[in-house]
């Protein structure tokens, strides 16, 4: 017997975390995601706005800990600056967004784009293709699969 999650939204409830950091980028993940949630049929999903990435593992968890939605997406932009902040950022994203996912039962699927320059960023942001629209599908396969593992 094979278990996976389909792209049928109707019924889900669906949170999407957003980060503000790199605007121009996270703009453009957030459309793709809204475009595909809509396109698949989830009524009115809820976004949650954070200052930056690193401000996302805290809404996630706090969202899966009320149990409210079938499955929650990230979105967020780390790009690549003269610091090596970007590092620790996108490490510690990933991390908190991992355990999540293994603290709680909500999937939290990792949306973050992290990228050498804005421009490179804006290739996945809608100019090339959308990781967002990409991310919304994983999100939508993985709250249907939770649905068959109940
Ligand atoms: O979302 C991002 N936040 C960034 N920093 C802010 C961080 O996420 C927190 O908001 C901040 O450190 C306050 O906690 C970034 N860089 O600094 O490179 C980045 O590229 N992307």
Sequence with gaps: MIYEGGYNGEGLRIGIIVSRFNDLLTRGLLDGALD???RHGVEDPDVFK???AF???FVAKELAK???YDAVLAL????RGETHHF???A???AKGIAQVNLNYETPVVFGVITVDDELQGLD???IKSNRGFEYALTTLEMANLRRKLE
């Design 36 to 38: 595909c949630f809509k």
């Design 124 to 126: 996945r942001a809608g």
């Design 87 to 89: 590092d620790l950022i």
């Design 91 to 93: 490490g510690e994203v």
């Design 66 to 68: 009320r149990g409210k």
């Design 50 to 52: 954070v200052p930056g």
């Design 55 to 57: 401000e996302i593992p």
């Design 76 to 79: 967020g932009a780390v790009v």
